[in-house]
Every structure is written in structure tokens, then in C-alpha cells.
T-cell receptor
Framework: EAGVVQSPRYKIIEKKQPVAFWCNPI?????LYWYLQNLGQGPELLIR????????DSQLPKDRFSAERLKGVDSTLKIQPAELGDSAVYLC?????????FGPGTRLTVT | AQSVTQLDSQVPVFEEAPVELRCNYS??????LFWYVQYPNQGLQLLLK??????LVKGINGFEAEFNKSQTSFHLRKPSVHISDTAEYFC??????????????FGSGTRLSIRP
């Protein structure tokens, strides 16, 4: 069974540029999560989807971050414009019942 | 709301020695507890989880953890570590219940480094 797929694995951009991350969850998993992980810290939830509905986006900075999960499968997280403080690892996870399965993450560096 | 505290940011241990990684949580309701491991440049992998029942939980790679409700702790242990156990370990908590389990709060992590 394929795991959670994320791309790109690494991204370097200049500040004020836009960036997008893509996540393909495990087949059949209806819940999808995006997490932010700063260096030396645990993951922090940005947004959670149940199928195509965002059921918890309270921690998503909506002035610059947006996410979508069309058709309730793949998801895209976008930052526009990026700031220096956005440098971090962005993790995607999916679950069916309870246990969350994580992708390898996208490491974003904003210069 | 729930919170979790990992008491040690780094734990150096010699190979084949035992190790304990400490975790305390706070919650006003019943909880589920988790330990995840993160190897360099990889995502998180579930080591073990406590949902209910026996307070001693066994996980993968020889790890186990004990849920102590009175001390609000969920410490992770391994009797003999290997070089391959070098990684970051995260304790996590959620409110009990299916929908609540979807919201997991992670600790700040403990970096386990194994010395030969």
C-alpha cells in the first residue's frame, strides 16, 4: 500500500513569492491534515479536512495561506506571499479511523 | 484543551543501554496518548498508542510505554537501544473519542542520540 505522497520534497524561494505544496493521501482515507513543523518543534495543525470539507482551519493564517481539497482526495496548500518566517517543514497526514499516517514533508526555505 | 510536555529535549545514551523518554500531559477529559518517531528527513511514524485497557502498551521496534493516570504521564521505554534508534521522538495527546482523536496535540520532541 502506497503511503502519503508529498511534493516537492524541498523548495527554496525568495520572500514575497508564492509557493504551493501538494499531497496525495492514502487511498480511501477521508481525513486529511496539513501540519507545520518548525525546527526543533512538534507538528502544529494548520487545517483538517473531512472529505472535501475543511472542518478545522482555526490555525491557518488566512491572510496568506490557503488550502483546497477538490473531490476529497488530493490537497494543495498555498502560501502567497511567502515570508522569511514561513521557513519550515510542511507535513501532510491522512487517516481513516484514528491513526494518522504522515508523508515525508516538504522543507520550505524562504530567502 | 489538552497539552503535552516532553521533559527532555535531548537524551544521549550508549548503545545497548536502556532508555526512558519522559512525557506528561494535561487534560480535563479522558485522553488517547501516542508516541511517534521521526527519522531525519522523514515524516512521523506511529510507535505505539494508548486508547483504553491495559496501561502497558507495546509498540514497534521493541518500545513500550506505560499510561499512569494519577501522574498524568506516558513515558516511553526501551530496555536496550541500537544505533538505528537515533531519531526524534514525539509524545502526543488527544481527547478520547473518534472525532476528538482527529485533533492531536504534539509535544516539542526529544532527540535520542545513541553513542557506540
Amino acid at each position: 500500500e502506497a503511503g502519503v505522497v508529498q511534493s516537492p520534497r524541498y523548495k527554496i524561494i525568495e520572500k514575497k513569492q508564492p509557493v504551493a505544496f501538494w499531497c496525495n493521501p492514502i487511498s480511501g482515507h477521508n481525513t486529511l491534515y496539513w501540519y507545520l513543523q518548525n525546527l526543533g518543534q512538534g507538528p502544529e495543525l494548520l487545517i483538517r479536512y473531512e472529505n472535501e470539507e475543511a472542518v478545522d482551519d482555526s490555525q491557518l493564517p488566512k491572510d496568506r495561506f490557503s488550502a483546497e481539497r477538490l473531490k476529497g482526495v488530493d490537497s494543495t496548500l498555498k502560501i502567497q506571499p511567502a515570508e522569511l518566517g514561513d521557513s519550515a517543514v510542511y507535513l501532510c497526514a491522512s487517516s481513516l479511523v484514528g491513526e494518522q499516517y504522515f508523508g515525508p514533508g516538504t522543507r520550505l526555505t524562504v530567502t | 484543551a489538552q497539552s503535552v510536555t516532553q521533559l527532555d529535549s535531548q537524551v544521549p545514551v550508549f548503545e545497548e543501554a536502556p532508555v526512558e523518554l519522559r512525557c506528561n500531559y494535561s487534560s480535563s477529559v479522558s485522553v488517547y496518548l501516542f508516541w511517534y518517531v521521526q527519522y531525519p528527513n522523514q515524516g512521523l511514524q506511529l510507535l505505539l498508542k494508548y486508547l483504553s485497557g491495559s496501561t502497558l502498551v507495546k509498540g514497534i521496534n521493541g518500545f513500550e510505554a506505560e499510561f499512569n493516570k494519577s501522574q498524568t504521564s506516558f513515558h516511553l521505554r526501551k530496555p536496550s537501544v541500537h544505533i538505528s534508534d537515533t531519531a526524534e521522538y514525539f509524545c502526543a495527546v488527544s481527547a478520547a473519542g473518534y472525532s476528538s482523536a482527529s485533533k492531536i496535540i504534539f509535544g516539542s520532541g526529544t532527540r535520542l542520540s545513541i553513542r557506540p
